[in-house]
């Protein structure tokens, strides 16, 4: 038997695996989706960067709906439960998470405030994650979509230096359009590097505070709504 | 990124291949991929530190890079790429649609009796 490394020795014995990891996250997050599923509520997983307009987006949401529609959101932040006064004051039911030490919200989490919440078969189930381009995009909370929000102030770039957050993006919305007119921000230029990153995102144009393109976001969320609860896959 | 929450993945998943009889782990080979982020250093050190004490305590942890592959959304070839975003060789425009290299696989376990 070889001193240095052991090699050669008659008593090291490969065991061959050759599996994917399906890291304890991942498990969580297929254990959530499948209740979900089977209860037909849509999981909607808002990330994006600290005030882009999440919880605005949100509010404008629950407004409009809360008069037909039963919304739930579980709300992640590193610290307080002021986002989830906001969102009971517009008129849904909350469930803060505070993360602490933690950058993002992850499938646990979702499973505890999800047996916390109790949803009713056809409920709608905003996740609002904690506000953080890199860490959010890694760890899967077992949702139906995944939304990014952005706005005009961070730049047009941010697609190219956060490619995994907008990789992963079923919808990207930029919020605070009406800013627009007055920051340095290319828009053709930002749609061209969402579009290479991501081919297949739907992109919306809202402007939250004034309700300005949240019609064509409350659609797409509607659309997918409707076709969980008549079991059309899409 | 991650790599103390995926240590401790990595251990567990060990832990199950392990039979109760097998004595030690001598080395644990993975296959991570490019577009992970995951910094091998990081996950070695994190091991080490995570397996302190079991029976994986001291095995090396040996670690080869899964390149990543994308198509192109523009021009649809396909190409191989090192790092989280690759740029097409043929348009020049960012990567499309990712193929593979966003995986980590437990490869194999070297197990010693004694």
């Known amino acids: 038997m070889c001193d240095t490394c052991g090699c050669g020795s008659p008593s090291v014995r490969t065991i061959d695996v050759d599996e994917r990891l399906l890291a304890l996250n991942t498990a969580m997050a297929e254990h959530n989706r499948a209740h979900l599923a089977e209860r037909k509520i849509l999981a909607v997983n808002l990330m994006g960067t600290p005030g882009a307009g999440k919880t605005a987006l949100l509010e404008t949401t629950i407004v409009k709906w809360r008069a037909y529609r039963r919304i739930l959101v579980i709300e992640g932040d590193q610290a307080t439960d002021r986002d989830s006064a906001r969102i ?147 | ?49 995570i397996c302190e004490g079991t029976r994986i305590g001291g095995a090396e942890l040996c670690v080869t890079t899964i390149a990543a592959r994308s198509r192109c959304g523009n021009c649809g070839i396909l190409f191989e790429f090192d790092g989280m975003i690759g740029r097409c060789p043929a348009c020049g425009r960012f990567s499309g649609e990712l193929l593979c290299g966003d995986e980590m696989i437990l490869r194999t376990i070297e197990v010693a009796d004694v």
């Open chain 2, 1 to 49: 990124m991650h790599e103390l929450s995926l240590a401790r993945d990595l251990l567990g998943a060990i832990e199950r291949k392990l039979y109760p009889g097998d004595a030690r782990v001598v080395r644990v080979n993975v296959g991570i991929g490019s577009a992970t982020g995951i910094m091998s250093e990081s996950l070695r050190f994190a091991f080490r530190v």
């Open chain 1, 88 to 234: 009971a004051a517009a008129g849904a039911t909350a469930c803060q998470v505070e993360t602490g030490l933690g950058c993002h919200l992850d499938a646990h989490q979702i499973h505890d405030a999800l047996h916390h919440l109790d949803p009713r078969e056809g409920d709608l189930l905003f996740i609002e994650n904690v506000g953080n381009l890199v860490c959010p995009a890694l760890f899967d909370l077992g949702e139906r979509l995944r939304v990014v929000v952005t706005s005009p102030t961070e730049g047009a770039d941010k697609p190219l230096k956060y490619p995994p957050m907008f990789r992963a993006a079923h919808v990207v919305v930029l919020n605070k359009c009406d800013l627009l007119p007055h920051v340095p921000f290319n828009l053709d230029e930002w749609t061209a590097y969402v579009r290479e990153i991501n081919s297949h995102a739907r992109i919306i144009k809202t402007t939250a505070l004034s309700g300005d393109g949240v019609g064509e976001w409350l659609a797409e969320i509607d659309n997918l709504r409707r076709s969980l609860l008549v079991g059309i896959s899409v």
